[in-house]
């Protein structure tokens, strides 16, 4: 009995401290550091600010030290931004480069029927990249949910049902086994999704770096060129001129192509691929590490 009550406040105690670390980093997620300002005695002002200061200072390192992506410039959050940036960029020049393309087509230009496969294909790729940014802005927004309901949910929830267990059945053996259940459980909750997205963005800062690097440089000049080429198409189009651009607009747009299917394939292999079948396989394992327990 006096291990049970033991055991329940230690529980109660696991719960309200996490659930009260997950509510600091909601609040303060996002809001500026600021105090009130209440009508005190110099002296005891002083003493009272210092003490709420490092309260509130104290419980918010906490928070940020147990969910790191709270701040979105440091961390895992800031690859995720940071490869979203780079998508919506290649997206632009990709938009850009159609642009222009389309600027050449409208002319009736003698010629201008050849560029329609690549019109076509950049039609294509624009909605590629349009899926891949809503992915990133996917993960980031379910990395920032998963962050807080670790603490605010997962955790509490787990130490209500392990007591419920504990008080409920008398079985020490039945117990255990579901306390193992519920603790498995939710370490794969805590853990699977940031794990999976750390491990995508190793792999992209490591082995594939260069090849990023190289792609996002060769798409960066064809971006600086596609500017060009849509100013002079709108300018050579006043003088009828345009059908000079359709050679340059041509191999632009092949070569963009190119780039642009490299990279996405490199983005689909390391923020699609691994992170689902991450998940995928984690779940396949806690399935069969629960079976086993369950088994015994």
């Known amino acids: 009995m006096i291990k049970q009550v033991i055991s329940t406040v230690v529980l109660i105690l696991i719960g309200c401290t996490s659930f009260s670390i997950g509510l600091i980093s909601c609040q303060t997620a996002g809001k500026p550091q600021t105090q009130e300002a209440k009508p005190v005695t110099p002296a005891a002002g002083a003493v009272q600010e210092r003490a709420q200061g490092a309260v509130v200072n104290q419980g918010r390192s906490i928070a940020s030290f147990l969910i790191p992506d709270l701040n979105a410039d440091k961390g895992l959050q800031k690859t995720l931004v940071d490869k979203s940036n780079q998508v919506l960029k290649i997206w632009e020049i990709v938009k850009v480069t159609k642009g222009a393309i389309n600027t050449i087509q409208s002319s009736q230009a003698a010629g ?111 971006g600086r060129s596609a500017d060009n080429l849509d100013r002079n198409v709108t300018v050579a189009r006043r003088g009828n001129t345009i059908v000079n651009y359709i050679g340059t607009a041509k191999t632009l747009g092949n070569n963009l192509i190119v780039d642009v299917i490299n990279f996405f394939m490199i983005f689909a292999f390391v923020y699609f691929f691994i992170p689902v079948l991450f998940i995928i396989l984690i779940i396949i394992l806690t399935r069969y590490v629960l079976k086993l327990i369950m088994s015994r």
């Open 112 to 222: 201008v029927d050849s560029l329609s496969p690549i019109d076509i294909i950049l039609g294509k790729l624009s909605n590629i990249l349009s899926f891949a940014f809503s992915l990133m802005l996917f993960w980031k927004i379910l990395l920032t949910i998963s962050s807080y309901m670790i603490f605010l949910v997962v955790i509490p929830v787990c130490a209500l049902i392990i007591i419920i267990l504990m008080w409920t059945y008398k079985d020490r053996k039945r117990v255990h086994r579901l306390v193992i259940k519920t603790v498995l459980i939710s370490l794969v909750l805590t853990f699977a999704i940031p794990v999976a997205l750390q491990l995508s963005a190793l792999i992209d800062s490591t082995l594939l770096s260069n090849n990023v690097e190289t792609l996002v440089t060769a798409i960066d000049a064809k």
